[in-house]
């Protein structure tokens, strides 16, 4: 009884020190501060200049690729060399591709601000994807993917329930977060009144809408399309404000349509007639 007690503590101590070790590997970010890995990921976010780099961590066999990327994108970037177990540990034992990128999300913009610099820059129609409480970070890069495909200005998340910027957002957006306008949304129906006085066509999508999501192509101004959370749709609120819901005509046997499927749907009727000079 005495041995085996002993040889319990033993192992307990042993198991100690290598979750303690373990730990030591573990990345230290600061609050200001996320994670991006993967190769493609990491390479477009190097390349967006409104980026803010910290490190780059890869492994031996890896680095001689990322130190000529960073002398072509002339980056004065730090780059680390890791093992791969140890990449494996920081990234939560999700795929990297032997890269992780230490940097800051981005930068999302005021509507305010997106309303002002659009006004200045340009005289062509506007088109925003907003998302009223999507939480799921894969459907929200999916969205933010598909925007960038149909030629949509910008994409405004609510600023409560939506998730903050990570890796498997920017992976499933394919690079497309790097180039397409964030919009951070304050109050939902207070911002839906704005894009109505700054002459848009707010329309949700909704079972049940009062349109066929096929006119959206007829549109030729200011248009915003809001599209709800994964679970519950739109919001009672939202849709009493909007200017009209838009049903998207689907097999009866069929319950509903994932929101990253509905939202692409939406932004590719609109792009339909409307051809960016």
């Known amino acids: 009884m005495l041995k085996n007690k002993k040889s319990f ?3 307990k101590k042993r198991n100690s020190k290598r979750v303690e070790n373990n730990s030591s590997k573990k990345l230290k970010l600061q609050s200001n501060q996320i994670i991006l890995s993967g190769k493609h990921s ?9 980026r803010k780099l910290y490190y780059l961590l890869v ?10 990327k960073i002398k072509v994108l002339n980056l004065n970037l730090v780059i680390k060399i890791k093992t791969k177990d140890e990449l494996d540990l920081m990234n939560n034992y999700q795929p990297h591709q032997n890269s992780i990128l230490v940097t800051e999300p981005l930068d999302r913009i005021s509507l305010d601000e997106y309303l002002y610099t ?3 820059s340009t005289d062509l129609p506007q088109r925003i994807i907003i998302l009223d409480q999507v939480t799921d970070p894969q459907n929200v890069g999916a969205i933010i993917r598909s925007a960038y495909a149909f030629n949509m200005d910008g994409v405004a998340l609510s600023q409560s329930n939506s998730p903050t910027e990570t890796t498997s957002m920017a992976k499933a957006s394919s690079g497309a977060i790097e180039k397409i ?3 951070q949304l304050s109050n939902m129906s207070r911002e839906i ?3 109505q006085a700054a002459n848009f066509n707010v329309y949700g999508l909704a079972f049940g809408g009062s349109k066929n999501i096929s006119e959206l192509h ?18 009672r609120l939202t849709k009493e404000k909007v200017d009209q819901l838009l049903e998207i005509p689907i097999n009866k046997e069929c319950e509903s349509l994932n929101v990253a499927n509905a939202a692409s749907i939406a932004m590719f ?4 007639n409307f051809i960016k000079i």
């Open 193 to 195: 009144k704005k894009l």
């Open 181 to 183: 306008k964030i919009i």
């Open 9 to 11: 503590q033993i192992m």
């Open 118 to 120: 659009t006004k200045l």
């Open 269 to 272: 009727e609109l792009q339909k």
């Open 59 to 68: 492994t031996e066999e890896s680095s001689l690729f990322w130190k000529e």
């Open 42 to 50: 990491v390479l477009s976010a190097l390349k967006n200049k409104n």
């Open 218 to 235: 007829s549109e030729t101004g200011n248009v915003a399309i809001i599209a709800g959370s994964e679970g519950k749709g739109l919001r």
